[in-house]
Each structure stands twice: as structure tokens, then as C-alpha cells.
């Protein structure tokens, strides 16, 4: 210590302290491996993160129509929301409407509707019949040509629309919505859909989770016991329909499940069910969860394995020895032991279940949906993508809650594969 | 785990009907794979077994499937599905889609694992949670956000949309085999090859690349396979004119309900067969190469 301190820092050969030149080696080194990194992480960032964080901010978005009404909107934001707006917003919402080109008003009034259902008739209705209309006072003639016009209602409604965000979409996917006057409220009792939906999702996920651990645990433990020739062989089992298309095992299950299918046929021969009353296996919730529970089974049997290789079998024949009954014996040393592996195999199974989509969608029929499909159903049949892309944000939010747990307990680095 | 000979009836019991559950679970996730291999040859529309099927009577089975799969048109055929040529530009697109983006997956990967092996990398957890993040975020969120983004750019209905989503999609499996077969790489036989003389580039290709091939291609099996299957991102990326054969199998589910599909899952799984057992032999090969030796 003293030495040290006496003749100063240890140099290089050319001069430089030690410290300084090892700290510029080390800068170095992880500049040159970062390099080797930044290809693929800004081609992932292009092609994949931006795309989500698009979604995302599209859930929130509602300056489109903030460009198409901007005037009415101004002038909107000084009525007191009492009785009906002054006759200065009816005349901007009379030229707005006539300056908006088919498309665009065509686009905004889906958006009104959204907020107050009516709207995009109302609209539509007036762009034909306002060429009667030459000059102002606009507010009465509007009203003469549609009632609606006079309905506080209609008026209110847009209230939620005139800042450039909105949480709107966040709360019809979770079956809530803005009243008149801005508030959050519960939707109709009709128009529930998502909460439902939502819960069922967690639901089919759990079973799922908890199918594929009963199925998965006994054979990864035979397999993680076996000798290794026999294993191996054994392997391939959960190996291949790893490798097999979704499609095609969805198609499989499809023949074996159907009215007529080989499940049925096969009870029916050996007179365990009548002919008459062939179970309904798919197009149904029960149909998702078997096909979806063989599908993800191998995710669940690969990490449980992988775990279940590194225990001793000494402690389990120690534990026999010191006198533990089998059962005992398995659920006081082995079970703990294979812990690591049930946490791995349980979140990675969970995590894929959540966001299924095309499963449900084959041999879920409409009882067996989940909030994939009904973000597939938004994104291709109504174009509320709004609406869309907020389901999708909640779910990837849920999914990433886990994957962090994941993360923390298991680490992505020790995702194993085959 | 074998029965010892001092076991009593109880524990054999146990045994043997654990082993009868273990059968069973094993029959329940390879039998629905074999069940659409015979159908594909039924001369019946429906995916049914009939009778006359079960019993092999000759009418009951035929290949007829097989030819419209390949886009051979009978006019004498009394039950047509729509005969056409489908199938055959799916086959064709999805061995594009799936051999390119494959190459890109694998090069950028390749040289990412390389980088997130060495010891100096820094904030590799968060680097590898993103760059793993396609294989688990669920794909009809990637689907819509890609289709909402790549539409802004004009890339929906574009092969290059496609072929872009798909090489995202298939990196992480790169990433993940390549940096499993560079742990426990020799560092110093790197050194060794630059105190030869040899450059950076000639390191690579001569030293590293022969080491840690198996694992390369067992991550470009990955990302082939995860190409070749997905069919989501192909439904909302692409367009009719990107049909690949996971796109038409879900339009022959949903609209057509045509028995080819069996055809062509059966080919699927004669090719996932000969995919698995390529990656099974490079890893056993890369398992013995690093010295880990089977129990």
C-alpha cells in the first residue's frame, strides 16, 4: 500500500497512467461490440418498435378531426354548455361541413358517431339538404332541416372531441364511456362487450396455463429421468408439433372435434355417447382451450425439462432414505426444486395464450373469442382503429407487465429452444 | 427411472399409471398431426371419415386433392372446389418471403449475438429484451401496429412489407440459438488467428463462422419456419396478391372450406419433420464439438 502511494500511479510503457489507457481499452471494446449490435437493434426499432409506439399513440389520437372542424371547435369552446350553442357555432359548423370533401366528412362523422351514435346519419342528411340553405341566421334553418340540430345532446357530445387527445378509446375497451357533460360513465348494459371479453381472455389463459402444466409436468419429468436414448425419442413428440404449422394443427383438431368428427365417432361406435347427442366440442370455449392447451403444451414441457435435467435424482432417493413416503418425498424436494422451471413454462405459456388470435378465432365460434380477435375485428371490419389500437395498448401493457416478471425471474437470455 | 425389483404393489401401480398418463399425453400431442395424413386422400369434400373410407373401398380414395393442389384441372370432375392456381403462387411466395427474409435475419442476427457475447457490451439486458421483444409481444399487435405504420410509408400490400415484418419476426430465434453456441467460445482462439496475421475478416469466416455454424443454422431453420408459418401478419400486411400457403390454408378455413388444405398440411408436416431433424443433428453436433457430453 505504502509503495504504491510513494512512487505514484503505474504507467504504460509509453507514459500514460494504467488506469486511463485500460479505461480507454474498455471504452473502446464496448464501442466496437455495440457496432456489431446496432444493425439489428435500429432495423428492430424501425421495423417493429416505432409500428407499436404508432399504435399506441393512435389510441390516444384525435386531431383528425380537430383539422376538419377547427373554427367550430374554437368558437365551441366558449358556449357555456347550457340550453343550445349560439348562432355563431351553427354558422361555422354550416361552412365546415360544406368545406369538407366527401372522404374527409366522411371519416370525421364515423369519429362523431363513436361519441354520440346519430351523428354520421345526422351529417350525411344535412350535407344533402344544406344547398337550400342561402344565408343566415343559420341556427333555426339547421334545426327546420333536422331536428337533431336542436338536441343538446348531439352538441355535448362533441365536447370530448375538441382537444387533439382523448382517453375515449381507453374507456370503450373497458366498457365506459363519456356522458354529455364529459364524465366517465359505465356503457349501456347493451353495449358491454369488452370487460366480458377481457375476462374471459385471462380466463381461457389460465386454464390453458394450468392445463398444459398438469399434461406437461409428468411427461418432462420422464423424460428429464430417462435414459437418454429413450428420451430423445421421446423428445421429438413435444419437438414436432412445436415445428408443425398452427394451421395444420388447428386443422387436425378441427376434423377430430366436429359434430362428425373422429372424437365423436370413435364415443359413438363404442356406445359411450348416443348418435343422437354428439358433444359440442367446437366452435365454443371448450374447443379453444383444447386446441390451445395441446398447441402451447410444448412451451410449457421445454423450460420444465431444461430445469428438471440439472436435479440430482440423489435427492430424491436421499429423502426416500431418510424415510419420506414417495409423495412426500416429491412434494418436499422435487417440487420445489423444479420451481424454476413451472414460473418459466407458466409465464411463457400465459404470455402467448393472452394474445391468441387465430386459434379462437378457427374453433372459437362466438363464445370462445378472445381480445385478439376482437382487435383483428376492429382493425379489419369496422376501421374504429382507435378504438383498435387502444385494446391492443392494454393487452401489450398486460403482456409486458408479465414479460418483466419473466424477465426478472428467468431472464430472456435463457429462453431455450429444442 | 426404472422400477427397482423391491418395489411394492402400491408404488407399481403408481408406476405403471403414470407411465399410462404419460402415453396418453404423448398420444394427445402427436396423434392430431397424423390425423389429416389419410384424409388428404379421401375422395370426399368433407373432413370427415366415412364408412366406405374406413373400409378402403377404392372409390372412397383418391389424389384428386393432391392434382388441384398442384393447379391440374380435371373438367370431368363431378365435385370442384374452385380449381386454382392459388396454391401453387402461395408455394412460390412463401419460399420467397421466407428464403429472403431468412438471409436477413440471419446475417443481422449472426452479427448482433456476436456483439452481445462479448464481455464489454453494455446495457445488454435491456438491448436483448428489445431485441427479443418480436418473439413475444402477440402478433396481432404487431400485425396492427405494422399495418398502421407500414401504410404511412406504403409498404402494405408489398412484398418488401412483408418480407421486412418477417425478418423482424425471425431475428430473436437467430439471437437466441447463436448466442447459446458462443457461450463457451474459446476467446483466445481469436487472438491466436490475429497474432497469425489473419484480419477481422478472415477471423470470422475462418475461425468463428465454422464454430458456430450449427448454431447459425439452427437459428435460420428458426426464422425460416416462423416465416413460413405465420400467417397473421400476412393477413393485415399483405394483400391477395402476397397469398403465401399459410394465407390460403386460412382462406380455405374460412370461406372455401376445400379438402386441399389437407393436401397441403400434410406436405407442411413432411416438411416440418425434415426441418426438425436437420436442427436435432446440428445440435447434437454442436453439443459434442463443445465437449458436453450425454449422460
Known amino acids: 500500500m505504502s509503495s504504491e502511494t510513494i512512487s505514484g500511479p503505474i504507467l504504460t510503457s509509453d507514459g500514460i497512467p494504467l488506469k486511463v489507457s485500460l479505461r480507454k481499452a474498455e471504452k473502446r471494446n464496448k464501442i466496437r461490440a455495440f457496432l456489431l449490435v446496432l444493425p439489428l437493434l435500429a432495423f428492430i426499432l424501425i421495423t417493429f418498435i416505432i409500428p407499436i409506439g404508432d399504435m399506441l399513440s393512435r389510441s390516444v389520437d384525435d386531431r383528425y378531426i ?5 373554427k367550430t371547435f374554437e368558437v365551441f369552446k366558449k358556449w357555456d354548455k347550457q340550453d343550445l350553442p349560439p348562432e355563431e357555432v351553427y354558422e361555422t359548423m354550416f361552412f365546415e361541413i360544406n368545406a369538407a370533401k366527401g372522404y374527409k366528412i366522411g371519416k370525421s362523422s364515423t369519429r362523431m358517431n363513436y361519441s354520440k351514435s346519430g351523428w354520421k346519419s345526422l351529417i350525411k342528411k344535412s350535407q344533402r339538404k344544406f344547398k337550400r340553405i342561402k344565408e343566415g341566421p343559420y341556427k333555426e334553418q339547421m334545426i327546420e332541416i333536422d331536428k337533431r340540430w336542436g338536441d343538446p345532446l348531439y352538441w355535448k357530445a362533441l365536447g370530448e372531441m375538441v382537444d387533439p387527445t382523448t382517453m375515449g378509446y381507453y374507456l370503450n375497451a373497458v366498457d365506459l364511456k363519456y356522458d354529455s357533460n364529459k364524465e366517465i360513465i359505465a356503457q349501456p348494459e347493451n353495449r358491454r362487450i369488452y370487460n366480458h371479453t377481457w375476462i374471459k381472455t385471462f380466463k381461457v389463459s389460465l386454464l390453458v396455463t394450468l392445463f398444459t402444466l398438469m399434461l406437461g409436468y409428468p411427461i418432462a419429468y420422464l423424460l428429464a429421468t430417462l435414459p437418454l436414448k429413450y428420451s430423445n425419442l421421446l423428445m421429438i413428440c413435444v419437438l414436432l408439433p412445436f415445428w408443425t404449422s398452427l394451421l395444420v394443427r388447428t386443422v387436425a383438431w378441427m376434423i377430430i372435434l366436429q359434430q362428425n368428427g373422429v372424437f365423436n365417432n370413435l364415443m359413438v361406435i363404442a ?19 383444447i386446441v390451445m392447451t395441446q398447441i402451447l403444451l410444448p412451451f410449457m414441457v421445454l ?13 430424491m432417493k436421499a429423502a426416500l432414505n431418510l424415510g419420506a413416503s414417495p409423495l412426500h418425498a416429491f412434494w418436499k424436494v422435487y417440487m420445489p426444486n423444479s420451481l424454476p422451471g413451472i414460473s418459466a413454462g407458466g409465464l411463457l405459456v400465459f404470455i402467448i395464450a ?53 424477465n426478472k425471474i428467468i431472464g430472456v437470455e435463457n429462453i431455450k429452444l429444442g | 427411472m426404472a422400477l427397482p425389483v423391491y418395489a411394492t404393489t402400491g408404488q407399481r401401480i403408481g408406476y405403471y399409471s403414470f407411465l399410462t398418463y404419460c402415453g396418453f399425453v404423448f398420444f394427445f400431442l402427436i396423434a392430431p398431426i397424423f390425423v389429416v395424413l389419410p384424409l388428404s386422400f379421401s375422395s370426399s369434400p368433407f373432413f370427415e371419415f366415412t364408412r366406405e373410407f374406413m373400409s378402403f373401398e377404392s372409390e372412397a380414395w383418391s389424389i384428386r386433392w393432391y392434382k388441384q393442389m398442384l393447379g391440374i384441372c380435371d373438367p370431368n370432375e363431378i365435385i370442384t372446389t374452385v380449381c386454382t392456381d392459388k396454391w401453387m403462387r402461395g408455394t412460390v411466395n412463401s419460399f420467397y418471403i421466407g428464403f429472403v427474409s431468412t438471409f436477413l435475419a440471419t446475417a443481422l442476427g449472426t452479427v448482433a449475438a456476436l456483439g452481445l457475447s462479448r464481455p464489454h ?6 438491448i436483448m429484451a428489445i431485441l427479443i421483444s418480436p418473439m413475444i409481444v402477440p402478433l396481432i399487435i404487431t400485425a396492427a401496429g405494422m399495418f398502421f405504420f ?29 448466442t447459446a453456441t458462443l457461450t463457451g467460445f474459446d476467446n ?19 475461425v468463428i463462422m465454422p464454430l458456430i455454424l450449427p448454431g447459425v443454422i439452427s437459428g435460420a431453420l428458426f426464422a425460416f419456419i416462423t416465416s413460413f408459418d405465420e400467417v397473421v401478419v400476412v393477413l393485415f400486411v399483405g394483400s ?29 408436416v413432411a416438411l416440418s419433420i425434415a426441418l426438425l431433424t436437420t436442427v436435432e443433428l446440428l445440435r447434437r453436433r454442436s453439443e459434442r464439438l463443445r465437449g458436453i457430453k450425454h449422460r
Not at chain 1, 66 to 70: A, E, G, M, R, S
Not at chain 1, 305 to 314: A, E, L, N
Not at chain 2, 193 to 204: E, I, K, N
Not at chain 2, 241 to 267: F, N, Y
Open chain 2, 121 to 126: 457490451m453494455p446495457f445488454k439486458g435491456l
Open chain 2, 240 to 268: 391477395v396478391e402476397q397469398v403465401t400457403i399459410p394465407r390460403q390454408m386460412w382462406a380455405g378455413l374460412r370461406q372455401e372450406i376445400s379438402p386441399v388444405i389437407l393436401c397441403m398440411a400434410t406436405c407442411l
Open chain 1, 271 to 289: 356406445g359411450l355417447i348416443a348418435d343422437e347427442n354428439r358433444w359440442k366440442l367446437m366452435y365454443n370455449e371448450t374447443g379453444t382451450i
Open chain 2, 188 to 206: 483466445n482462439l481469436i487472438r491466436a488467428s490475429q497474432s497469425l496475421g489473419a484480419d477481422t475478416m478472415r477471423t470470422f469466416f475462418k
Open chain 2, 150 to 178: 407500414y401504410s404511412k410509408l406504403g409498404l402494405t400490400h408489398s412484398y418488401t412489407g412483408l418480407i421486412l415484418a418477417h425478418t423482424a419476426l425471425g431475428t430473436p430465434f437467430v439471437v437466441i440459438t447463436v
Open chain 1, 66 to 70: 380537430n383539422t376538419v372542424f377547427p
Open chain 1, 354 to 406: 393472452i394474445g391468441y388470435f387465430i386459434t379462437p378465432e378457427l374453433v372459437g365460434g362466438k363464445d370462445g373469442q378472445m381480445i385478439g380477435n376482437w382487435i383483428a375485428y376492429h382493425l379489419k371490419t369496422t376501421l374504429n382503429w382507435g378504438l383498435c389500437a387502444a385494446l391492443g395498448s392494454i393487452l401489450l401493457a398486460v403482456m409486458l407487465v408479465f414479460y418483466w416478471v419473466y
Open chain 1, 303 to 315: 423450460p420444465l425439462y431444461s430445469v428438471m435435467k440439472t436435479i440430482s435424482p440423489s435427492y
